[in-house]
T-cell receptor, first 112, second 115 residues
Framework: SQQGEEDPQALSIQEGENATMNCSYK?????LQWYRQNSGRGLVHLIL?????REKHSGRLRVTLDTSKKSSSLLITASRAADTASYFC????????????FGTGTRLLVSP | EAGVAQSPRYKIIEKRQSVAFWCNPI?????LYWYQQILGQGPKLLIQ????????DSQLPKDRFSAERLKGVDSTLKIQPAKLEDSAVYLC?????????????FGDGTRLSIL
């Protein structure tokens, strides 16, 4: 079963704009991860945020986590056409094993 | 380092036939995963191996799906007999350990179409 839902399902922006994607999940977690998937390719790990962290940065990526609301957001700043992809949040439940439970994904289109 | 290798990239079969997928993880990665990704959805874990032992196969339809990881390196996933609803991309991933803070590295998947 899918743990999380992402919002919006699809997002279309211009190059240089910021893109924000949200993820909601259902159970308590050990950590939350974001992955990118280009069309026809596998998923690529972007960033991991632990349950005791509230914000994390990596290059043009900023991730926030609110465990009280069971939600996370991914911000991509100054987007580029190469950022066009599907973005998935994945949670690791508090079971001790690396078992990723993926959300439904956000399809991002960045136009030149 | 070389990534996760999967083959074939595409497979078309008729329902009730059998099919097998192969995965070679990143060298030294002890943990291997198979996921099913239906069009428009996120990946769903089918089975997780730690070396050559199964850690989690709770979502594997065991009446038709089987997987093995002999010698703790390569893995194969088999479907027999295939149903129409098995049309999906089958992704293999590996990680350096079973600890939850290790990222998973994915192959490009096998796209299976059932006619």
């Amino acid at each position: 079963s899918q743990q999380g839902e992402e919002d919006p399902q699809a997002l279309s922006i211009q190059e240089g704009e910021n893109a924000t994607m949200n993820c909601s999940y259902k159970t308590s977690i050990n950590n939350l991860q974001w992955y990118r998937q280009n069309s026809g390719r596998g998923l690529v790990h972007l960033i991991l945020i632990r349950s005791n962290e509230r914000e994390k940065h990596s290059g043009r990526l900023r991730v926030t986590l609110d465990t009280s609301k069971k939600s996370s957001s991914l911000l991509i700043t100054a987007s580029r056409a190469a950022d066009t992809a599907s973005y998935f949040c994945a949670t690791v439940p508090n079971t001790g094993f690396q078992k990723l439970v993926f959300g439904t994904g956000t399809r991002l289109l960045v136009s030149p | 380092e070389a990534g996760v290798a999967q083959s074939p990239r595409y497979k078309i079969i008729e329902k009730r036939q059998s099919v097998a997928f192969w995965c070679n993880p990143i060298s030294g990665h002890a943990t291997l995963y198979w996921y099913q990704q239906i069009l428009g959805q996120g990946p769903k874990l089918l089975i997780q191996f730690q070396n050559n032992g199964v850690v989690d196969d709770s979502q594997l339809p065991k009446d038709r799906f089987s997987a093995e990881r002999l010698k703790g390196v390569d893995s194969t996933l088999k479907i027999q007999p295939a149903k129409l609803e098995d049309s999906a991309v089958y992704l293999c991933a590996s990680s350096s350990s079973v600890l939850s803070n290790q990222p998973q590295h994915f192959g490009d998947g096998t796209r299976l179409s059932i006619l």
